[in-house]
């Protein structure tokens, strides 16, 4: 098969012929036709994510979507011909979606979305899990609560602002002016990070006492001033992005409590895959419900177009979830 492979960190992908894998126990072997990159997916091949390290020689792409050619051993979820979804490689020594075929952890997969391309499947794994496990499964979002989004129109922010919305949630969202209809498009209150201070919208929004659930998709000095905006006696802020270092005594004098999500760890660790296909699932449901839709770039890469499509996603000019067609 061909797959595009990463030789040496910071140099360009490769174009090359590699031996097609064969299923294991437990895995599915998928014909790919579409690989998501995300801005993850370019740190690796730069050698800037530690995190996420991938031994080289190595075929990269974490998201991916095609259609089932074999089932190994034990796996009665998924058969031939069934088109399907995950995040399933790229980092921790585990073959990339920017192949023709990939030996994939049935666990990790679910069925696309009937209402989805397989195009747009491919470009939803990283970010829909992300949001979701901070939102639902940190957060324990409900109905009703007021949600702040910190990054409303980025990959995680506008996946994150669209399942608040189908739990219920009052859901406001931060982003620079240029933003402000895309992050609305979505049904969020738009805030302008850059005129608004922390203590203006809060109190303009929660009447001071701070927003339930606080997502930060940005990191740095943003998570800082999400502390301040949590709500007081139990508000929760969740970051998909907390590295650096951080005074949480505004977290503390507000009662509030935070966590972390680092959603590559089932992948790096070979624990929990299962709820990643269990998360894929509520995401078929609220594409197929019309609650969830992702922002795709219109531009099309091939395959061999892999350097280009990293390019217009390092260079800004992407407008939404970049795709490679791989068939």
């Known amino acids: ?46 050698g800037q994510a530690a995190h996420a390290h991938m031994p080289l020689p190595a075929v990269l792409g974490i998201d991916m979507a095609g259609v089932v050619q074999a089932v190994g051993e034990g796996v009665a979820a998924f058969r031939p011909g069934d088109q399907v979804f995950g995040m399933t490689g790229g ?13 994939v952890d049935a666990d990790l997969l679910a069925l696309k979305p009937r209402q989805a391309t397989l195009r747009e499947a491919a470009a939803l794994p990283l970010v829909f899990i992300t949001a979701w496990e901070g939102l639902v499964d940190r957060a324990r979002l409900r109905a009703g609560q007021k949600v702040l989004v910190h990054g409303g129109a980025g990959g995680v922010g506008h996946v994150a602002v669209q399942i608040a919305r189908a739990f219920g949630a009052e859901v406001y969202a931060t982003g620079s002016a ?9 049904g969020a209150t738009f805030i302008d990070y850059r005129t608004e201070s922390v203590a203006d919208y809060v109190q303009q929004y929660t009447g001071g ?11 740095g000095a943003t998570l800082d001033a999400s ?6 006696y139990g508000g929760h802020v ?24 680092f959603t590559l760890l089932p992948l790096l660790s070979g624990k929990g ?17 019309g609650k969830v839709r992702v ?7 091939a395959l061999a177009e892999v350097n280009a499509a990293h390019a217009a996603l390092s260079g800004g000019t992407a407008r939404g979830k970049v795709v490679i067609d791989v068939v």
């Open 1 to 46: 098969m061909q797959a595009m492979i990463s030789k040496q960190a910071g140099a360009p992908l490769a174009l090359e012929d590699i031996a097609m894998p064969v299923p294991g126990a437990g895995q599915v072997l998928v014909r790919i036709a579409a690989s998501g990159v995300n801005p993850l997916d370019l740190k690796i091949a730069a």
């Open 91 to 103: 980092v921790g020594g585990v073959q990339g979606s920017l192949a023709q075929f990939a030996a």
């Open 178 to 186: 240029g933003q402000r209809s895309v992050i609305e498009g979505y």
């Open 209 to 219: 006492e701070g927003f339930d659930i606080v997502y930060d998709t940005v990191g």
């Open 227 to 232: 502390f301040a905006a949590a709500r007081l």
């Open 238 to 261: 969740v970051s998909c992005l907390g590295w650096g270092t951080h005074a949480l005594a505004p977290l503390s004098f507000r009662a509030a409590t935070y966590s972390g999500v």
């Open 273 to 289: 895959r299962a709820q990643h296909g269990a998360i894929l699932r509520e995401a078929a449901r609220l594409v197929d419900e």
């Open 295 to 301: 922002q795709l770039d219109p531009a099309r890469y």
